[in-house]
């Protein structure tokens, strides 16, 4: 049976970006053409989440509407370094519970976080999406392999922009920065691009 997961940043009492998180289960019942997906809104309420601070509440749920959560307190991670790795063979477009393939590929670098290259084209980390830095501009690479709800909301709200980037022209930019539910343009840390290991050039 597959299950899924959606991991929702809760900030003084508050829950962001439920309408993305909502339309990517929806989506997930629709494509396996299943009914009834969990109401994530009124998950929340029934917490009765009474603390301030950051958390991540993350929800876990299966096609037959079951599902469990947990609230935990969240810190911005700080990362080491990266590393780019070839991915061409993995897919990951729906937030399955199972990530044995991330932790498999994982096992094979050297940084403490991986960069995912499909066909010389770079897509995400192992657990979220990438923005760089050049000109004065975010952007994000048009080829991902999840198309992530923060990823979405900037883009929509024109913070960040789309386009190609592959190993070869990575090195023009000269930051780059984790993006996710639960790191949006206002927390994360900036890394400059030596940060990646493996860089070209």
């Known amino acids: 049976m597959f299950r899924f997961i959606e991991s929702i940043k809760v900030e003084e009492q508050k ?18 053409k299943k009914e009834n997906p969990p109401d994530l809104l009124q ?6 989440h009474q603390k ?18 947990e609230i935990q307190h969240y810190s911005v991670p ?3 370094d990266f590393q780019l790795l070839n991915g061409d ?5 729906f937030k ?4 044995q393939f991330f932790t498999e590929l994982k096992s094979e670098a050297k940084a403490a976080e991986i960069i995912i290259v499909q066909n010389g084209h770079i897509t995400d980390t192992s657990f979220s999406n990438l923005i760089f830095f050049k000109n004065e501009t975010w952007f994000t690479p048009s080829t991902f392999l999840l198309n ?9 709200n024109n913070q960040i ?5 592959t190993v070869e022209n990575l090195k023009t930019f000269s930051h780059f920065r984790i993006i996710n539910a639960m790191n949006d343009m206002n927390s994360g840390i900036i890394y400059p691009i030596e940060k990646i290991i493996n860089l070209l050039g």
């Open 15 to 32: 829950a962001f970006l439920l309408e993305y998180h909502q339309k990517r289960v929806n989506d997930t019942f629709k494509h396996f």
């Open 43 to 48: 998950i929340f309420r029934n917490l009765l």
């Open 52 to 69: 301030n601070g950051l958390f991540k509440l993350r929800i876990l749920y299966d096609l037959q509407g079951n599902y469990n959560c």
């Open 78 to 80: 700080l990362i080491s």
């Open 89 to 93: 063979d993995l897919k990951y477009c």
């Open 96 to 99: 399955y519970e199972n990530r």
């Open 148 to 156: 992530g709800v923060q990823r979405q909301f900037l883009l929509k």
């Open 161 to 165: 922009k789309e386009t190609r980037i």
